[in-house]
Antibody
Framework: EVQLVESGGGLVQPGRSMKLSCAASGFTFNNYDMAWVCQAPKKGLEWVATISYDGSSTYYRDSVKGRFTISRDNAKSTLYLQMDSLRSEDTATYYC??????????????WGPGTMVTVSS | DIQMTQTPSSMPASLGERVTISCRASQGISNYLNWYQQKPDGTIKPLIYYTSNLQSGVPSRFSGSGSGTDYSLTISSLEPEDFAMYYCQQYDSSPLTFGSGTKLEIK
């Protein structure tokens, strides 16, 4: 059974840093691209970042470029999101998601339960 | 960025009713459109990928259609577990973007 479990969320002051982790199990982690998707309170879903299966390529939404870093440790089947220079608008639940794609299809086929990050003084 | 506009934002409906949720892209997305369901506890799962393909394990009462800029998700006969939030998502171009969601509520 595929499982994704995020951790590392909590309360952090503006301008500080936080690192999220996502422990994966039930599948061959290093075969899949992975992503972070966030959801601000009472708002919709927003893609944050993606990393290729081998970590060689990373992609970010503009609002987090230069502040967030997505990475992975395939030996530990773990995905990370290092968040620096946090802003109040980064307050959200952060979901780890597995990407599944083929010739025409591309979607997030498994999601974790999420971890809440609150940026406030 | 491609904007995804979902309508309605909320929809009261009854058990057994047929419902359709719409999603319009700000430009053509070549059928590169997925649908997700989010339960009140936050759990998210895919329903439909590439416009009309049913994700494994998803009941056949769910279906998707559309082309160009206009897409829809239809539930043929509502079950109690279907009352949730629904989001469309395009993958035609980066950044990936989601619709603002449709809340399916019990009438």
């Amino acid at each position: 059974e595929v499982q994704l479990v995020e951790s590392g969320g909590g309360l952090v002051q503006p301008g500080r840093s936080m690192k999220l982790s996502c422990a994966a199990s039930g599948f061959t982690f290093n075969n899949y691209d992975m992503a972070w998707v966030c959801q601000a309170p009472k708002k919709g879903l927003e893609w944050v970042a993606t990393i290729s299966y081998d970590g060689s390529s990373t992609y970010y939404r503009d609002s987090v470029k230069g502040r967030f870093t997505i990475s992975r440790d395939n030996a530990k089947s773990t995905l990370y999101l290092q968040m620096d220079s946090l802003r109040s608008e980064d307050t959200a639940t952060y979901y780890c998601a597995r990407q599944n794609y083929g010739s025409y299809y591309w979607y997030f086929d498994f999601w974790g339960p999420g971890t809440m990050v609150t940026v406030s003084s | 960025d491609i904007q995804m506009t979902q309508t309605p934002s909320s929809m009261p409906a009854s058990l057994g009713e047929r419902v359709t949720i719409s999603c319009r892209a700000s430009q053509g997305i070549s059928n590169y459109l997925n649908w997700y369901q989010q339960k009140p506890d936050g759990t998210i799962k895919p329903l439909i990928y590439y416009t009309s393909n049913l994700q494994s394990g998803v009941p056949s009462r769910f279906s998707g259609s559309g082309s160009g800029t206009d897409y829809s998700l239809t539930i043929s006969s509502l079950e109690p577990e279907d009352f949730a939030m629904y989001y469309c998502q395009q993958y035609d171009s980066s950044p990936l973007t989601f619709g603002s969601g449709t809340k399916l509520e019990i009438k």
